[in-house]
Each structure stands twice: as C-alpha cells, then as structure tokens.
C-alpha cells in the first residue's frame, strides 16, 4: 500500500451506527469512542478495521530473543519481526503510507499510524522493572502488546458532527456510499448492533478477606521504607455460555457506553479477544510537535443519590487529606518520568488535584505537562512513563517488585495504556482502567484497586475497589452484577 485517501463526508454519520459497516466481519478492528461529549477530551472518535492485515501482535516481553507477529487479513502470522515492540513499532510507524488529501483533516486528527495497547507486562522489557529473575515471568491471557494498522478508518469530530474517511481510494469510495445509504437500508452492511445488551451473569466479588491481607502487607512494605504507595488491585471473573458473538459484545459495549460515558472509551476486537473499556484517565498525550500531557487520577468517591449528597462528596474528595497525599505522590512520579525525555525546566502542573465528575463517580485528577526534547519520539515518551504512575503506586520498580508478589497475576490488557501513535509523531492513550475483557470462550474479566498508603483503612481500601468494578459494568446490583 502506497498511499491512502482522505475525503470529507458531505452528510451526517453516527458512529455507533457506522462501526459494523466500517469494521466489518475483520478478526481485527478498533473503536476509539469519546463517548462524554461534554468532556474537552472528546474531541475525536476513530473507527476502523486493517483491511489488509499488518496487525502487529507481541507475546515475548522480558525475553532474550523477543519477535514481533506480524498478522495477515484473516489474523493468522504472515511474518515475524526481530525486536521488542517498543523497537519495532517506531520502524512501522516511519513506514506509514502517505495520504492524499491529508490537508482536509484537522491539524489534530490522526493521521494514519498505529491503534491499539501496550498491555502491563509489556514493562518486562525494561532493565529497571524486569523482575524475572527473581520471580516467574508473569503471562498475560492477552498478548504483551497488540497494535493494528490505521489504514482503513471513520474520523469523527464531535464538536461539528463532521466526519472522514482515510483509507485506500477504491474503499473510501465503496464505504463512503454504504454510510450515505445507512439510514434507507439497515441491511447494508454485515453485521447489525443489536438494540439490547446481553445478559451476562454475576462477577463475584475478590475475596474480601485475601484483599485486606495484601492491603496490610502493602502497609508493612510502606512501614519498612520499600515503597511509599502501592497500587494493589483485584480481578473478578465471569463466564457466558453460548460465548457472546461479535454483536453481542458490541450490544454489551453500547450498554456500557450509555452507563459510563467516558472521554477514553474504547472497543477493540483482537480476534480471540474483546477490549471494552469505559477509561476517564488519560495516560499520555504528545502533539506533533512534542508536547506532552498526563492526567492521572488518584482519589474516586461514588456520586450522591441527591445534588446535596452529590456536592458533599465531591467537597470531601476534594479536601480528604489522605486521598490528595496519594494524588501528589503520582503527581512527583510523573514529572519524574516526564523528565527524563524532557526538558526539565518545561515538565509544569497546571491543575494540581481538580475533582472530574462522571456518571457514576468523583475523581481526583492532575494535569502535568512538558515538551519532549528533540529526538524523542512519542513511542520513547511512552516507555519513559510506563506503566502508568497512577497504576503503580512510588517510587516505581520497588512498588512493581512489591506488587508482583502480593498480586501473583499477570494483569494482562489493564492497567497497559490504550490508544493511538499518529504517523506525525502524536499519541493518544488512556490508561485502562473501567474495562471489561471478553474471550472467545465466554469468558469476561473485569479488574480494579486502588492506592495503599501508610494510614488507609483496609476496609475502604475493598469498598473502593469494589466502587471501581460496578464502574465498568452496564448496571450492578449488591455485587458486581451484568447487563
């Protein structure tokens, strides 16, 4: 492929209404969804599916000769690529086909590149948190990382309702008739959203008791000076027989969607798994031009039932002397990591602990900002802050060593950062969190945590955990309950 095609589209599109046709029956395809409109990091939704393969699918973080899989159209291997993926995915990047036409989108759009994510144990490729000597290597039932070609996809600006499509001319074309037709004739396409969610059965809830354990052994870490903040988290499962088909989880996605609107949703079908995410918290941006933006959260309290209760929580989340101690630590972690591909004197907190509000939570969030050095690429600023602070807990390495042993898990897809490298050099990616993962054999996995520090109480520690988990799914009665 040689170049692709931008052409403006003259008429109105609904994204959830134009994923099926876009993505089609491909194994591999991507919804990076700004579902809260409200939110000034809505600003773009991106749809779309590898026409022609080329996904990129890593499973050999931490070892000695690590290969990257490069995937044909129908998901199977055409290739291997020596190299971890924090190698070889700059190199594909510079490779990214040209687009005519390229001056009709935004300045801030994607343009062409690479969506998908970087998944927790991809940290086994780095010196400084590679733990494998000392502990068994942690394998993840999702790849290490997986990122799928952006050669065929839906731009949509939400502000102006205006809409692109970036691909090679011949399908923009055929796809750009398709969605003219999508409102006269809904059988156009292949595969329908389906108008209901599907009923999926109870998660049950992580040993309570196993959890507070961790919570006080994380605490005797933090007395002994091995770390000053752990973020220990917990994962939940469940199983749906017959497994859920392609628009079923596009059906539970939707519900979820509706539910918990927000700025970093997400759906990715990774051919024998599915990723939907609900992610309010931005890991890392970079312009093109190599400015960089955190948000971490750090600090969540459930919304009132009335707009007094409401206001009382936010104020408490806001003032709670324990949950802003937790806040700044990741605030120092993050400028720390920021310079390091920074210029020092330009890693700034222009908002330090705002209280975000979403459908069903308050969230502590601060902003850091920097300008990235020449040379440094946005794939480079990613490795330098993952995973993210906010994941992790301070100082980095020794936290991750601490919660490899409490944790005993791969965490897989969550807690990894999700969404796009720009062939200009931008990236956009959320952490993942509110995200639930469904297999192919009818299993969904669903985790959450949250920050451990000298003076939490072990028993709010679980209850916010749990606050967490009802989060990401479409309703939740007593316990972690499904559609």
């Known amino acids: 492929m040689t170049s692709l095609t931008c052409l403006p589209l003259p008429f109105p599109v609904e994204p959830k ?3 099926p046709l876009v993505a089609g029956t491909n194994p591999y395809a991507f919804w990076l969804d700004s579902a809260r409109d409200e939110s000034p990091m809505s600003r773009y939704s991106y749809l779309g599916a590898p026409h022609d393969g080329g996904a990129l699918r890593y499973e050999s973080a931490g070892l000695t000769q690590p290969q990257v899989s490069v995937l044909d159209g129908k998901g199977a291997m055409r290739r291997t690529l020596p190299g971890t993926i924090w190698q070889v995915l700059p190199r594909m990047l510079a490779d990214a086909p040209a687009i005519t036409g390229a001056e009709n989108l935004p300045l801030d759009a994607l343009p062409g590149g690479y969506v998908g994510f970087m998944g927790y144990e991809a940290h086994a490729d780095f010196e400084l948190t590679n733990f494998h000597h000392q502990h068994p290597y942690r394998q993840a039932s999702t790849p290490d990382a997986l990122w799928m070609p952006a050669t065929h996809y839906l731009a949509y600006e939400h502000a102006s309702g205006k809409a692109w499509l970036i691909g090679p001319d011949a399908w923009v074309q055929q796809t750009a008739r398709q969605l003219a037709e999508l409102g006269e004739n809904t059988g156009a396409h292949t595969m329908q959203a389906r108008a209901y969610a599907p009923a999926i059965p109870d998660f049950p809830l992580p040993d309570r008791d196993d959890y507070l354990a961790k919570v006080q052994e994380s605490q005797r870490e933090i007395f002994e000076g091995n770390s000053y903040e752990v973020c220990l988290t917990a994962e ?11 628009a079923d989880l596009l059906a539970l996605y939707l519900a979820q969607r509706e539910k918990n609107s927000a700025p970093y949703a997400s759906f990715l079908r990774c051919d024998d798994f599915t990723v939907l995410s609900s992610s309010p918290e931005k890991f890392l941006s970079v312009t093109a031009g190599g400015q960089a933006e955190s948000k971490p959260i750090k600090g969540t309290v459930p919304r009132g039932a009335t707009s007094e209760e409401d206001a009382a929580a936010s104020a408490w989340l806001a003032a709670d002397p324990k949950t802003r101690a937790e806040n700044l630590m990741i605030v120092d972690l993050l400028r720390n990591d920021l310079s390091l591909v920074s210029y020092p004197e330009s ?14 939570v308050h969230q502590l969030v601060s902003t850091i900002t920097a300008q990235l050095r020449p040379g440094v690429t946005a794939v480079d600023a990613t490795a330098a802050c993952f995973p993210g602070g906010s994941m992790t807990g301070a100082p980095k390495a020794s936290t991750m060593a601490i919660i490899d042993r409490l944790e005993g898990r791969a965490r897989g897809v969550y807690s990894g950062a999700l ?10 990616l959320s952490i993942v969190i509110r995200t639930l ?18 003076d939490s109480d072990p028993v709010a520690e679980y209850d916010e955990m749990v606050t967490k988990l009802r989060a990401a799914v479409p309703r939740h009665a007593d316990g972690v309950a499904g559609a």
């Open 17 to 19: 209404d134009a994923f």
């Open 236 to 246: 939940t499962s469940t199983r749906v027989q017959p497994a859920l088909d392609e």
């Open 419 to 428: 969404g796009y490298f720009g062939a200009d050099g931008s990236a956009a």
């Open 347 to 360: 890693v700034r907190v222009p908002v330090l602990m705002g209280v975000e509000s979403y459908s069903t």
């Open 437 to 454: 993962v469904a297999y192919r054999d009818g299993t969904l996995t669903l985790a959450a945590g949250g920050a451990i520090v000298a």
